[in-house]
């Protein structure tokens, strides 16, 4: 038995015919390839692992085969077999990451100055030709503008827009989509029925969602889940990868509507003992906040969505429980989580942060719909007495301002201003609602911490003073927030202030949610990353 050989290099396509996911570039090369009118120059770009390789191979092969078959090779002839042991001169495979001088590029000039030994055409593969140095790239060019006849060249790249517009210019170029999770899948299946393994549906299905549109990606993750045993189940799957399972993204989503943090931090605190990847979780739960979203938006097309069928009915049970602004707003904290997870050294905490305004978002999401609902019913009260009586009669209750008057005595005593500074110089903001609503409009995930809130302007000092209703204010309001927060008052009131916030006490009715929930859970004994790494 020989040394062992990754799936992907075992199984990776030999002819245009084998690669399935990209028909509207094989279809177009095998047509040039027999008609004989091949371009000099190709350029081959798409994200990592969709073929773009694989395709520059069986390119270099198929135009020098003695024996071609419909544009593919034949893989029989001498040419085709030396071609595959990498025994043939005429075929030059360059990785443009490493020889990427000028130096080097002057070499392969000098070689596509002599004559293919065996072959049709000298064909030149360049790979991640973005990488080359900006003389490496003049030189090349040099080369692409008059080749000889028997030279061809394929670049392929993943990042195109870091090559040269001159080099694009004469290339023909093609783009590499992702390849569709079910197409993965299927390939996965296929190899599984060749292999000694067995793979289930799901497992499968689960690889190509996790793979994100890359072959090579999915088959190395398939190798290792065959390590772990030759029954490849989901478990096998998430033990492998680490990804905690839709069954907890399922939950913390349904605690987020049910305003239950402490069930959403207990699955957190679990899943941390069990040394999941907290990012990779958070990348989940977005891709199912996704899915809602797609649910919510096209419920009777589920083609858009990457889930299972078993997984498709929970999912739509959890989508009712959620209004679709609730569904984007969380989509966009859980977002912004990730992106924050990449850069900040406590990944859980950051989660848990999340997860508890989302908790709190959907108890005010849920609030305001019954608010409306209400609304909408005395409307509907008022109209029917109209209709009956011809004249309009009193609202029964009228509606909750959504703004509280400005308190008579402004608290300043926090602030970094003049001891002498008169309170009677801060001026409330009348259109302080009209700020929140534009700041609502370009930060959906912290807007919900200045609910209940008011505002003043110190004009000589230009300040900006929030008086704010939410404990967590200070815990989750970030710098880049407070510029945001100051855009929107740019916009609405015409100036550009300094930020001066403080945080008002708490009236017992009007305890921020998110605060009540930490509360809550800190109070069942639940650990949290906020207790233990911010020494609260
Ligand atoms: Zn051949």
């Known amino acids: 038995m020989g040394a062992y050989e990754a799936l992907y290099r075992k199984w990776r396509p030999q002819s245009f015919e084998d690669i399935v996911a990209q028909p509207h570039i ?3 090369v095998r047509n040039q390839i027999m008609r004989g009118k091949t371009a000099h120059a190709y350029l081959f770009t798409g994200s990592r692992g969709t073929g773009k390789t694989t395709c520059a191979r069986i390119f270099a092969k198929a135009v020098n085969c003695l024996n071609p078959k419909n ?3 034949c893989l029989e002839c001498e040419i085709c077999r030396d071609a595959e042991a990498g025994t043939l001169t005429d075929i030059i495979e360059i990785d443009g990451a490493s020889n990427n001088g000028v130096d080097e590029v002057r070499n392969l000039r000098e ?3 002599f004559l293919p030994v065996r072959c049709k055409y000298k064909v030149f593969i360049i790979d991640e030709v973005h990488m080359m140095s900006a003389g490496a790239f003049n030189a090349l060019l040099k080369m692409i503008e008059e ?7 394929v670049f392929a790249t993943t990042e195109i827009h870091k090559v040269p517009a001159t080099i694009l210019s004469r290339c023909q170029r093609f783009d590499f989509r992702r390849i569709l999770p079910a197409d993965i899948a299927g390939r996965i299946r296929y190899i599984a029925e060749h292999e000694q393994f067995t793979v289930s549906e799901a497992a499968a ?6 793979s994100d549109g890359g072959m090579r990606d999915a088959l190395s993750l398939l190798d290792q889940c065959a390590a772990i045993s030759d029954a ?3 478990e096998t799957v998430e033990e492998a990868v680490g990804v905690a399972g839709t069954e907890s993204v399922f939950l913390i989503l349904r605690a987020a509507t049910e305003k239950n943090a402490s069930a959403a931090l207990e699955r957190i605190d679990l899943l941390y003992q069990q040394s999941k990847d907290m990012t990779r979780f958070a990348d989940e739960i977005s891709q199912q906040l996704r899915n809602l979203m797609l649910l919510k938006t096209a419920p009777d097309d589920a083609s858009l969505l990457d889930i299972m069928p078993e997984e498709l009915e929970q999912l739509k049970a959890i989508a009712a429980l959620y209004s679709l602004p609730g569904i984007i707003s969380a989509l966009s904290a859980v977002r912004q989580c990730c992106d924050r997870m990449t850069r900040a050294g406590n990944r859980r905490m950051e989660l848990e942060m999340t997860i508890i305004r989302l908790c709190a ?3 005010q999401q849920s609030g305001d719909i019954k608010a409306l609902t209400n609304r909408i019913a005395a409307l509907e009260q008022q109209l029917a007495a109209i209709q009956a009586n011809g004249v309009p009669v009193q609202q029964a209750a009228p509606p909750k301002r959504r703004q509280p008057a400005p308190a008579k005595n402004v608290p300043t005593q926090n602030l970094q201003v003049d001891a002498k500074t008169d309170e009677k110089q801060f001026v409330a903001v009348k259109n302080w609602a009209a700020v929140l609503e534009r700041f609502f409009d370009i930060n959906p995930a912290v807007a919900g911490l200045l609910n209940n809130s008011s505002a003043y302007i110190y004009a000589e000092k230009n300040i900006l003073l929030v008086c704010v209703r939410n404990m967590l204010f200070r815990r989750l309001f970030k710098q880049t927030d407070a510029v945001m927060l100051l855009d929107a008052a740019e916009q609405i009131l015409g ?4 930020l001066r916030y403080k945080v008002l006490e708490q009236e017992a009715d009007q305890t921020a949610p998110a605060e009540i929930l930490m509360q809550r859970a800190q109070s069942d004994g639940i650990r949290t990353g906020i207790q233990e790494d911010a020494g609260v």
């Open 495 to 498: 100036t550009r202030y300094q």
């Open 147 to 153: 080749p000889p006849e028997y030279v061809k060249f």
């Open 205 to 210: 299905h689960r690889i190509a969602v996790l």
């Open 26 to 28: 094989t279809r177009t």
């Open 232 to 234: 490849v189940e989901l």
């Open 71 to 73: 544009g593919d090779p």
């Open 361 to 363: 978002d959907q108890q």
């Open 111 to 113: 070689n596509a100055s």
